[in-house]
């Protein structure tokens, strides 16, 4: 019989985080299908994952509200959701929002500062009281819900790159740091991860802020036994692009150009709206196409933010392309989908796995969930087909999978 | 040191035939690179597959005209060469003409009928003398080339389906419907698959005709040894949907609809502009989605001819999908590929991994090719990254791949 | 101060007059913008047209239900509204229900037929009774309403074209028709359509039903000093065409292929896709390039039913075309457009422009309303841009347009 | 009888110089037909204008080389010719080579700077001498073709715009400026206007760059009696724009966003990748829909530098509206045009209708010709079909047009 696990959101208001938990809850109730949910395919079921109604909910985050809040103000804006479905999950909604925790957005840089609402978040009483206070709550999020195993999801917007200047050498020096109250080296995504691995969490890194599992965390998380990854989850554009990339590579059709230009406009479209912080995204989008098709090539990726799409990210791609005798062609593609609801069941198929490796005593990165990264840590296999051989060998799906097909 | 190879093409003063030989040509002369060509890429290289200045031409066409004809209005019509590296090769075009005897339409079809010019194509002296004929001028190709091995690839226009009826039993059942020269259950491309293995020569169908490889050719076929592959080269849009929709299945996105629009102006669009003949085609194309998907969908495939894009193909292909709490998002590519540009590499690709077979001693179906068909015999798997996998995998090459991305 | 005004819809159900209803009361509400009522606009302010608060609805209509109902179904299937916007009309579409009568299906087709729920609809006791039965649910909703001016607005399924044979020739050969039965040449539009006359009513055929608006109704409609229009709104794919296309006329350049891929899944496109009634529309759609462009052009215009979208059009247009030196381009857009959203507020429109003739006591086909449709009577002009301005010349509002851009 | 013209070049053999001699040769000579070329559509039948056959060329070039060379390299590069076209017109471009001379590029900035290869171009010599050079280049071509009117077209690279200070006053300020030497204020672009007007050549600035007809040379050039427009031709993205602008406008659906992602890979391309010379053609393109549809909205012009499209511009634009109920709805274009091919047409067009305002007498502005110009000089009308309407109008044409289909 499998525990029930908690997981615990840092930015558990933002759309990821809110269409999760809506999610999660729909599914158990049987008032939605259960697309988009990895983990429940056929190939994984021999695995024992921890079943959706087992899974509780709680996090950090920098603003005011409720999951029914936030679910609300979805509906309104990208009509996500059923109405009706949200109107049955308003009071699960409400009891799990008891569980949410002022986070921190010291250091955070200046778009993160600007939607911060609790002031709470501000509270800079020394990086250590701060570390301290998260892993309380993650303490008392395990008591409230009667559950010993939590993963920490980290579902909060991108921050700023590390400014320039040396690495933390050492879990030694991170502590030094983090009793001086020296925060020029650290964002708040260290923190967390730091005090989940001190409380005995595994961690997912869902965005691609670089802090959260930097060389020095990935040292610690690897000594606390624990078992963690990142980063930035593959959702849209990336993804298409990991699957169709390959084929160029295998007909030998040689790519000129691959242009992508993606438009959203939701919170997380406003943070990228600020170029530090655009910067962290682009840098793990772009390094795919030359990864899988081996030589350099003219790219491009670019970020626009337009309000007016909300969560609906549109994104274009056009792959300029040489063949035979040098003849030029192209292909181009626009993709309408809609960022937390393709991101949102990812990180529960994640936080199932991250469980699962925890019950099996697994620590360090687990390179087998390279396909659901842009940036996945230890991996340089970008060909999305490839991803999802080694995802299914490794749980041992791959074989039922070609037997099915044989 | 490899044996040169002899291509004779069915069709082959058609977009695919005069493509492959300006290509050969030109990258022999280095006057293009070899982008398109597969069996180019690393993974091949240890094979010793017969370089291309070894491979010589030849082949039955039921028009007029050389090479430098059908290479010239290409260039007039859809640009797809360049007209200088022409120039350069019109001597050898008109030299490689030599080697074209009037293939056989006895029997293929009215639309096909229309396009015949050279009365002999026309000659209908009883089948078994037509089959004659073919091996014959096979023979004489060997001659006058100087050359053993053979492969023989058909790239004549798609032919109608067989009409209704019960499929030709067995090897004796064919010899007596020759003999008596009962064309109601054969097609032109009977003929030239059972004079190619008559002839001792590998065969290639890169067309949707099934008669061509029907079961009791592959009979045929293996009982003289001879390694062969079909149907319908593999190209375009539908190359794209086998690279794409495994992403869908692996996220487990359910596919809702599925439509597919193309629009072709050359001959064989021309051709597929008749209901009877396009009936092959479209059979062959849609097939492959619900097999990857593993579940019934709503899907389409248009085909229509619009005489002003010449050979430059485009199609627009529209998915419609549901993911988490399901959400309807969708997905559109305009695919802008030149067919002939795109097929031509592969029938030398796979001419050359042919010859590697005989000089192997392998007969019967290379289901190794899987990737390069839209309908490959024997195969169930239509997952494009799967079948490259089969592919490297049978060659040796997918250890070096993965080896060269550990 | 302006008469109230009655709008009297022959399939009232459908998408588009459960969205207009819906919508018309939203905005006098002020729960949502005015957006996409051309006749809010300021080149129509003079015209003292009826207020939306002052509009009442009824219909017929062959199925059963209430406004709610086919409003919620519209809100689950397309969410083309929001969900609290419904709710809070729920009382107000459940009052405008009572209104509703069934209609007539006699002689609608097959597919028609299909959609029929209530067996009033089928009752036929004879032509002239039918019509008198229309006109009679008439005069109950004047007297319910306290109406005098009504609009009768065609938005039923698009009906078969009338099979061949002589149309009919006089007013006497119809009403002999009506008298002795005969359904031959007699589709339910021109009963609807008679009826309306009789009653004195202005009417508007937004459908491609071409019985409606025959030249012999036409010649009733004028003989009984009645404005009326038709036929087909034009709503989006062909919207943009005629905004597009005199572009390359007025650079001359030569478009080559004009191909338009449609898709839908709603009602009407189950409707559309029975061969027979999906010709009335093609034909409607399909003459618009050749008249504006001034020469004959390789066009297509295909409509698929992709159920998945119900509401939610689709279209992909390319054209081809060429320019200086013989060059070839090409150009492609894709439409998502909602259809009913799309159509109500025109409906509103025209209702409130005929409402503003009857007024004015003109009579005869509008031409002025040439621009909102497909195929406007007695209009050759396609071209979008002079369609409006023969539309805000005839209304006095060019002059204000003008000056405001000197 | 038409007296023949001179167009004189500014930038003759870049893209659109060399389409234009091809093109007017070919056309000529009939080996292409006249598409792309507006004045040869009726409408303008009875302007007498000149024949293109009485048309000569000459012009600027800080480059190296001759017609001959920059059309194949086109031919190579793009594919926008047909190589036997040009073969037959070798000759011809080697001789109209012949009056080509050495421009300046005195303060063009440094991206321009950086395409120089006659050193000639840099000689700095004194404004006033340059002037004086200039000048005397045009009288020479006069001379040497025996030609008397000349109209002057601007199609080099775009300038930066002018570095921040007070404008040029008056045409005495400019004279002194140019005595003292001072380029602070003055680009090439402005000598070449100036050395124009007082040649008595009519004058076209098909660029953005702003100095060409900055205010004070408008009044030289008025007062000098001749007639001349700017500025920025508008050939592709943008002329889609004005043309679909107008139907939303219309329709009353409001336009939330409207991005546009240009890439283009020729030299215009790689002068625009330097961020001064992007600012003046972004401001150019971005301001047509805000004029268009009469309220703010958000869009976005990008223009990317993809080398190798090269001249096969290639442009997404996303429309994204809201219609009744305040429905999202979306529209996207790919436009895929030939810069050249569509713009050498025009200045054909522009110069023969300069020629006849020369031979009117007509002088100052030709607001007439605003359809052809993304930012037309003293029209604020953004409307294509406005500006068509307003072009025939002028031409005596609408009539006509009216005429043939009333």
């Given amino acids: 019989m499998t525990e029930p696990l908690g997981i615990w959101m840092v930015g558990a208001l933002g759309g990821v985080g809110t269409s999760m ?130 993963v920490v999801v980290n579902l909060a917007s991108t921050e700023p790159p590390i400014p320039e200047g040396p690495a933390i050498g050492s879990p030694e020096e991170l502590e030094r740091l983090l009793d001086e109250g020296d925060t020029s080296r650290i964002r708040p995504s260290m923190l967390y991860s730091y005090a989940a691995f001190l409380e005995g969490c595994g961690y997912i890194n869902f965005t691609p802020s670089e802090s959260a599992l930097c060389p020095v965390m990935q040292e610690i998380g690897t000594a606390q036994s624990m078992p963690f990854m990142g980063n ?93 005798l040098d003849r030029k062609m192209s292909m181009q593609f626009t993709w309408q989908g809609v960022d937390s609801i393709l991101a949102a069941p990812l990180v529960l198929d994640m936080a199932r796995l991250t469980h699962l490796a925890m019950r099996r005593g697994e620590s360090g990165p687990m390179r087998q969930l390279g396909a659901f990264f842009k940036s996945p840590l230890d991996c340089d296999d970008h060909d999305l087909h490839r991803q999802y051989d080694a995802l299914l060998k490794y749980y041992g799906g791959l074989e039922a999978g070609d037997a099915s097909e044989g």
Avoid at 274 to 299: A, C, F, M
């Fill in 232 to 324: 930035d989850g593959k959702t849209g554009e990336t993804l298409v692009k990991a699957a169709l990339a390959p084929m160029f590579k295998h007909r030998n059709l040689r790519v000129l150009s691959w242009q992508g230009y993606n438009m959203l406009g939701d919170r997380d479209g406003q943070i990228l709206s600020n170029p530090e912080n655009l910067r962290s995204k682009v840098d793990s989008k772009d390094s795919v196409l030359q990864e899988i098709l081996g030589y350099p090539l003219h790219t491009k990726v670019g970020i626009d933010f337009v309000e007016s799409l909300d969560d609906c990210k549109t994104a274009w791609d056009f792959i300029h392309f040489q063949g035979f």
């Fill in 21 to 150: 938990v809506v999610g999660a809850r729909a599914i158990s109730r049987g008032l939605v299908s259960d697309a988009g949910l990895v983990t429940n395919r056929p190939e994984f079921a021999a695995l024992d994952l921890v079943p959706l109604p087992e899974i509780v909910f709680g996090g950090h985050e920098v603003r005011h509200g409720t999951f029914w809040d936030s679910a609300y103000e979805i509906y309104k804006r990208s009509a996500s959701f059923d109405f009706e479905v949200l109107q049955e999950l308003k009071e699960d909604l409400l009891d799990i929002s008891e569980a949410l925790k002022p986070g921190t957005s010291v250091n955070a840089g200046e778009a993160i500062e600007d939607i911060v609402e609790n002031p709470m978040a501000r509270l800079d009483d020394g990086l250590r009281s701060i570390v301290q206070r998260i892993q309380s709550d993650i303490r008392s999020f395990r008591a409230r819900e009667s559950v010993e195993d939590v």
